[in-house]
T-cell receptor, first 114, second 114 residues
Framework: EAQVTQNPRYLITVTGKKLTVTCSQN?????MSWYRQDPGLGLRQIYY???????DKGDVPEGYKVSRKEKRNFPLILESPSPNQTSLYFC?????????????FGPGTRLTVT | GNSVTQMEGPVTLSEEAFLTINCTYT??????LFWYVQYPGEGLQLLLK?????DKGSNKGFEATYRKETTSFHLEKGSVQVSDSAVYFC?????????????FGAGTRLFVKA
């Protein structure tokens, strides 16, 4: 089954404790992206990657890091989480092959930083 | 810059009522337009799309027409069901980034009462 998986689905942590949210896709997509969803703000892009070893900042990259060492994986790293990073996070992937760039989303990770 | 504006929610309807969710966009070039739906506790999934002016996207009884002259992509359904209760996001693929960057509206929550 074609899918994007994220782990963990729920995470409660404390300020300053480094964490990683994993994302993996099995569709051989070139493009992957991380978003955060906050009430009234919709989805805002954090980082995106156009292929292995190619990443770039989205609209709200501060406080986040990413890496793309393999095509299927795109982890999101919070080196020193703060309460304002409490949010719902989504990973997504897409491929330019169909030229419409529709995205496939993971189920989301709800992060709470206390 | 490029942007998407959609009507604020929540929208509350009775079953079998007609639905319209307005969406307008600002973009240079010729973006692809999308409607995504998010059911409670899940990630976003593509509902329908249109890739050029005057195209009509349709799926599960929902429709939207790409209107370049009014820069709009309004979502409609003739008869909503309780199971349509969800958050709906209008989105465009940003042509200035080669189509890789997707810009989302803030989302419109729909409640359908039995």
């Amino acid at each position: 089954e074609a899918q994007v998986t994220q782990n963990p689905r729920y995470l409660i942590t404390v300020t300053g404790k480094k964490l990683t949210v994993t994302c993996s896709q099995n569709m051989n997509h070139e493009y992957m992206s991380w978003y955060r969803q906050d009430p009234g703000l919709g989805l805002r892009q954090i980082y995106y990657s156009m292929n292995v070893e190619v990443t770039d900042k989205g609209d709200v990259p501060e406080g986040y890091k990413v890496s793309r060492k393999e095509k299927r994986n795109f982890p999101l790293i919070l080196e020193s989480p703060s309460p304002n990073q409490t949010s719902l996070y989504f990973c997504a992937s897409s491929s330019p092959g169909r030229s419409s760039y529709e995205q496939y989303f993971g189920p989301g990770t709800r992060l709470t930083v206390t | 810059g490029n942007s998407v504006t959609q009507m604020e929610g929540p929208v509350t309807l009775s079953e079998e009522a007609f639905l319209t969710i307005n969406c307008t966009y600002t973009a240079t070039g010729y973006p692809s337009l999308f409607w995504y739906v998010q059911y409670p506790g899940e990630g976003l999934q593509l509902l329908l799309k249109a890739t050029k002016a005057d195209d009509k996207g349709s799926n599960k009884g929902f429709e939207a027409t790409y209107r370049k002259e009014t820069t709009s992509f309004h979502l409609e359904k003739g008869s909503v069901q309780v199971s349509d209760s969800a958050v709906y996001f209008c989105a465009l693929s940003d042509p200035t980034s080669g189509g890789f960057k997707t810009i989302f509206g803030a989302g419109t929550r729909l409640f359908v009462k039995a």
